[in-house]
């Protein structure tokens, strides 16, 4: 079997180890790749969102499924030109895609299907700001419409900047992706982080995790793209498991289904336990970064290249898996400066991978013989164990091993797991 695995970062480091789990080992691909994927694959300078390009190289490469790591590519109509090729997607069409690529489709969709959601209203027109803005007891969470790489999603503390940051985004401050805007109702509870191998109204529980999105300790500084992950999420038992898919994910594949635009892929959702249960904060259309370091390791040898295959075949009945009841704590390792500029060239060295803790390369690249930082988030250091703190404890042991001028990382990823 030949893949292609699209994407350039920790996520897709980790799909590769896999891949990596079946056997026979399968021939990959992955463009563009990163050094830590050079040691599993074979690295192709394609874009990771030039859908062009990569369908015409997993035609040219004969590759019998692409499996898209990031949305871009999803959005953008990656599987449509695959589809046409007659090549599978492990991913959703463009229109299914909507699901991630416009929080309004989302919302609408999950208040057709009766999913337990915040309210939310859409302003598309400056003059719609203010009656939409005091429909809200509190000031709203303010959301760009369309995909903004992790830089849509605002806290305005007073209504006069909420106001001022649905202005600006509707008069262009993060391009198209903010041309409508999506007002929530603020909600508090924990997070849980919920994924499934998906197929039409077919679902496949994967393991769960729980993100940690600000930069600094205690949940403090700016938001990022991730800095660690945990799995399984402590919070969530079997019973709240079920209800999420009774009450979220069943609900919104049906409905999806019979609007004519059937979802296949890997389905996030990214929901708030409440005291009133359970509440669908957002949908991403693929495997998180850095949840899938954490959740693919605790799937059983040769189990993720089933799914794949599954989903590209667009069926999963028949398809099982099995979980490791160990847990895992990816934390991850950033340059000086992330989320903002972060400083690329530094040499960055690692410790020696084992069966408990290993190394998911992301902003890394080959220079000369050795690796070098290239990104903002620079590797996830992942450990495995028998509990939620020995799986932390190697971890950050693993941690205490890297070499980064510079680096900055959490101190606190899965404490609360260890309580």
């Not at 192709?44 to 030039?50: G, H, K, S, Y």
Request: net charge negative.
């Amino acid at each position: 079997m030949k893949f292609l695995v699209v994407g350039g970062g920790g996520r897709e480091h980790a799909v590769c180890r896999a891949l990596s789990t079946s056997v026979p080992t399968p021939d990959i691909l992955v463009a563009p790749g990163n050094a830590g994927t050079a040691l599993l694959a074979r690295n192709v300078a394609v874009r990771a969102d030039d859908v062009v390009a990569l369908a015409n190289l997993a035609c040219e490469e004969r590759a019998d499924l692409v499996i898209p790591g990031g949305e871009a590519a999803l959005v953008a109509g990656l599987a449509d030109l695959l589809a046409e090729m007659g090549i599978p997607c492990c991913g959703p069409s463009k229109a299914a895609a909507r699901l991630e690529g416009s929080k309004a489709f989302a919302r609408a969709l999950a208040a057709r299907a009766g999913v337990p959601s915040p309210r939310f209203a859409v302003v598309r027109d400056e003059s719609e700001i203010e009656a939409a803005v005091d429909g809200f007891d509190v000031p709203p969470v303010v959301k760009a419409d369309g995909l903004a790489a992790g830089k849509g999603v605002f806290l305005p503390d007073t209504r006069r900047q909420c106001i001022a940051t649905t202005k600006k985004l509707l008069r262009g401050a993060l391009g198209e992706a903010g041309r409508s805007v999506v007002l929530e109702e603020r909600l508090s509870g924990p997070e849980a982080s919920l994924f499934y191998a998906c197929a039409g109204t077919e679902a496949i529980a994967l393991p769960h995790a729980r993100d940690h999105k600000r930069r600094d300790d205690g949940d403090r500084g700016p938001n990022t793209g991730g800095m660690g992950a945990v799995s399984p999420n402590p919070l969530v038992t079997p019973a709240m498991e079920e209800r999420i898919r009774r009450e979220t994910i069943e609900p919104v594949l049906r409905a999806m289904t019979d609007e004519g635009t059937p979802f296949r892929g890997f389905l996030f959702a990214g929901m708030i336990l409440t005291q009133d249960g359970p509440m669908l904060l957002e949908f991403n259309v693929r495997l998180g970064d850095p949840e899938a370091q954490a959740i693919l390791p605790r799937l059983g040898p040769g189990d993720f290249q089933r799914l794949a295959m599954s989903i590209g075949s667009g069926r999963l009945f028949g398809v099982s898996i099995s979980v490791d009841t160990r847990a895992t704590c990816a934390v991850v390792v950033a340059s000086e400066g992330y989320p903002e500029a972060s400083p690329a060239g530094r040499p960055v060295v690692f410790g020696t991978d084992d069966a408990d803790c290993w190394v998911d390369h992301a902003g890394t690249a080959q220079s000369g013989g050795n690796i070098i930082a290239s990104g903002g988030r620079v590797a996830a250091v992942v450990g495995c164990g028998t509990t939620a703190g020995e799986a932390r404890e190697r971890a950050y042991t693993g941690v205490a091993r890297v070499r980064l001028e510079g680096m900055q990382f959490r101190r606190d990823i899965g404490a609360g797991a260890c309580q």
